[in-house]
């Protein structure tokens, strides 16, 4: 079973920038579809962004441009740069295996705090 492990979170200000990794055990990245997802204190958790196999990606709405979904297989890994993060970014970050048999696994999540 795969099992997926974020990291990179952390206390950042607005306007600055992150990375997050995922990390996915098993060797099946290459098979499966990727996303991130968020969960802000007291909402439901909503989508980010979402990599296929093919590479191909879709954000939701409010990113705006400001961050990068990307996948590299070889590595098993999964990242979402984030950049010119403002308030409203805070929350647990969690990547989640979209595709395949493992569809619905979830990571624990990393958290992100934007704070002056």
């Known amino acids: 079973q795969v099992q997926l492990v974020e990291s990179g979170g952390g206390l950042v200000q607005p306007g600055g920038s992150l990375r997050l990794s995922c990390a996915a055990s098993?060797?099946?990245?290459?098979?499966?579809?990727m996303g991130w997802y968020r969960q802000a204190p007291g909402k439901q958790r909503e989508v980010v962004a979402v990599?296929?196999?093919?590479?191909?990606?879709n954000y939701a709405g409010f990113v705006k441009g400001r961050f990068t979904i990307s996948r590299d297989n070889a590595k098993n890994m999964v990242y979402l740069q984030m950049n010119s993060l403002k308030f409203e970014v805070t929350a647990v970050y969690y990547c989640?295996?979209?595709?395949?048999?493992?569809?619905?696994?979830w990571g624990q999540g990393t958290q992100i705090t934007v704070s002056s």
């Open positions: 098993g060797g099946i990245l290459k098979r499966i579809a």
């Open positions: 990599i296929t196999i093919g590479g191909t990606t």
């Open positions: 989640k295996v979209v595709t395949g048999h493992e569809a619905g696994t």
